[in-house]
């Protein structure tokens, strides 16, 4: 009876005398088709190349196998794969909690802060809290959560409708644009706004356009003194 006993199954993929297979079916270092080839020409082929024997393949029959470098592939993988998962967009929900009565002032922060999400590419909930009598005018609520909704509708959608939930009554309002995009526009931002600075750093390093005149000025009436000096000398 056959018993597994525990322990990682590699996924790297078999390569050079690794290789178990009488023939396999060769792809050279530029992606060309070489046909089917004893696994030893195709060792010798990729020892002639500097190369690595790579089953990139293994279920095929024969297995493919194709002639590159191995170190530097991996190293290309695994840079990709770090740009993948730090271009990944996570979905983030951001709270905001509100009163019926809120003054003007607090509201018009909050929505700031509710457009700051929602241009980031995050979902919000909106969470209008009753207190007292003001339960028994939820109306106040619903009027409020319409009232955010329309002044940031350029920027999200409702994607759940105000509902009633105990002393609460909560509203989620989800971005137009995707996580990705906003990601990728901050990016864009952040990059112009330090070219920008690199620029105006360059610029008040660079000399004054006036001073190169005023040297030449100055030079040309030193020459204009001297030679009016001279000719009063001769005069003399």
């Known amino acids: 009876m056959w018993c597994y006993r525990?322990?990682?199954?590699?996924?790297?993929?078999?390569?050079?005398?690794?290789?178990?297979?009488?023939?396999?079916?060769?792809v050279g270092p530029s992606g060309e088709q070489v046909g089917i080839v004893p696994l030893a020409k195709a060792l010798e082929l990729a020892q002639e190349y500097d190369l690595d024997l790579v089953e990139v393949a293994a279920s095929a029959r024969p297995p493919v196998c194709k002639l590159m470098d191995y170190g530097k592939f991996k190293y290309e993988s695994a840079m990709k794969?770090?740009?993948a998962r730090k271009n990944q967009a996570h979905t983030v929900i951001k709270e905001m909690?509100?009163?019926?009565?809120?003054?003007?002032?607090?509201?018009?922060?909050?929505?700031?802060?509710?457009?700051?999400?929602?241009?980031?590419?995050?979902?919000?909930?909106i969470t209008i809290m009753f207190r007292g009598r003001e339960q028994s005018r939820p109306e106040l609520g619903y009027r409020l959560l319409q009232r955010l909704a329309s002044d940031v509708e350029e920027l999200g959608f409702i994607e759940s409708n105000?509902?009633?939930?105990?002393?609460?009554?909560?509203?989620?309002?989800g971005p137009h644009k995707k996580k990705t995009e906003a990601m990728a526009e901050a990016r864009e931002a952040q990059a112009a706004r330090k070219?920008?600075?690199?620029?105006?750093?360059?610029?008040?390093?660079?000399?004054?356009?006036?001073?190169?005149?005023?040297?030449?000025?100055?030079?040309?009436?030193?020459e204009v003194t001297e030679a009016d000096a001279g000719e009063a000398n001769a005069e003399a």
Do not use: C, W
Not at 201 to 219: I, L, M, N, R
């Open 162 to 173: 105000p509902k009633q939930d105990g002393r609460n009554m909560i509203m989620v309002l």
């Open 81 to 83: 794969a770090r740009e």
């Open 97 to 125: 909690k509100l009163r019926p009565k809120i003054d003007p002032h607090d509201y018009d922060t909050k929505k700031g802060h509710v457009v700051r999400f929602l241009k980031q590419g995050d979902k919000v909930k």
């Open 195 to 222: 070219a920008e600075r690199q620029g105006a750093a360059a610029a008040d390093e660079a000399p004054s356009k006036e001073d190169a005149p005023v040297e030449a000025t100055d030079a040309k009436d030193a």
């Open 6 to 26: 525990g322990g990682s199954i590699s996924t790297e993929p078999r390569i050079n005398d690794r290789i178990r297979v009488p023939e396999v079916r060769l």
